[in-house]
């Protein structure tokens, strides 16, 4: 297979997603590679990244970040960016337990980005990731993000069904569920998504 979902990851590979997504995104916004390291060691269920296995290289990554309750309102007030999150202020997941989930990047490589099985592996790694959770018993009460970009607007609203809240401060749309309910309603409806996108692939 050229193209497979990775859950574990090395130095380089974080190279090459910060490279992905200085294409995109403002670079102020973008995470050092050492602070995404340290995300890393403290919790590692928060990367999904696609390697190209021909050439060794991520092509491909979604990154999820675990809030509390005080981080989530913070963010959703523009008080709070991934950025400041650390590796004392991340969390890490603990089964049984419940959580806010900030949605915090979604990028493909600029000269990938007509291969449209990459998305529908990072959107079957997502699904993946989050029944891994489910099966641990952990919840999450809300899931919120940022739209820096049309592109990623459009994922927001089209794959992620979440709701236009307000602007930030730098002039990025802040999106968020209005409730638990909305969440569970979309993880159920996720497959049908990704089995929409994949029919139109064929």
């Not at 297979?1 to 990775?6: A, G, H, L, N, P």
């Not at 790694?125 to 919840?139: A, H």
């Not at 990623?152 to 002039?171: A, C, D, M, W």
Request: with cysteine.
């Amino acid at each position: 297979m050229k193209y497979k979902i990775e859950y574990e990851h090395e130095y380089k590979d974080f190279e090459d997603v910060w490279n992905i997504e200085k294409h995109y995104l403002n670079p102020v916004t973008i995470a050092s590679i050492e602070q995404v390291i340290e995300w890393e060691n403290k919790n590692h269920h928060i990367h999904i990244f696609i390697r190209d296995t021909s050439k060794q290289k991520i092509v491909g990554e979604i990154t999820i970040l675990p809030l509390s309750k005080e981080q989530f309102d913070r963010f959703m007030r523009n008080q709070l960016e991934d950025t400041e999150i650390n590796a004392n202020t991340l969390l890490k997941y603990e089964n049984n337990k419940s959580y806010y989930l900030l949605f915090s990047a979604i990028a493909i490589a600029p000269n990938y980005r007509n291969e449209k099985i990459i998305l529908s592996l990072l959107l079957e790694g997502l699904k993946s990731k989050l029944d891994m959770f489910c099966s641990n018993g952990i919840k999450f009460l809300n899931m919120c993000a940022e739209g820096q970009t049309s592109d990623g607007q459009k994922f927001i609203e089209s794959f992620l069904n979440l709701k236009f809240k307000k602007y930030n401060n730098e002039g990025y749309k802040l999106y968020s569920f209005d409730n638990q309910k909305q969440f569970n309603k979309w993880l159920k409806i996720l497959p049908k998504y990704i089995e929409r996108y994949n029919n139109n692939l064929k």
